[in-house]
């Protein structure tokens, strides 16, 4: 494999995938706070990507559990959906499910 497709590979799939290369011009005395923010920028993406995952799973898992009387569709956005998920997950499922959604609540105050 050269070094050009493993680029693209790790582009695509790996630690940057979603995440683009941006070039800014600051004043030096601004520089670590640009840094800052990137740094903070990638760890909530890379946070929401894993609260996602978390959801898919939990969905296909115990989906019929979480979705009685409640409509995902409706909620705004998807950290709106991993609360519901979360304390569905919790009050309707068993000792795996209330694990992951003790994980899932954790992650939310993370990020």
Do not use: T, W
Not at 22 to 32: F, K, M, N, Q
Not at 55 to 64: I, K, P
Not at 73 to 81: A, N, S, T
């Amino acid at each position: 494999m050269s070094v050009r497709q493993r680029i693209e590979k790790y582009r695509s799939s790996g630690g940057a995938a979603d995440l683009v290369r941006v070039e800014v011009l600051v004043p030096s005395s601004a520089r670590d706070a640009v840094l800052r923010m990137a740094a903070g920028l990638r760890a909530k993406h890379r946070g929401e990507k894993d609260l996602q995952a978390m959801c898919d799973e939990a969905l296909r898992r115990y989906g019929v559990r979480i979705r009685d009387n409640v409509d995902l569709e409706r909620l705004p956005d998807m950290r709106d959906r991993a609360l519901v998920i979360a304390k569905a997950l919790m009050e309707r499922g068993d000792a795996q499910a209330f694990a992951l959604g003790r994980r899932m609540l954790a992650l939310m105050e993370a990020v």
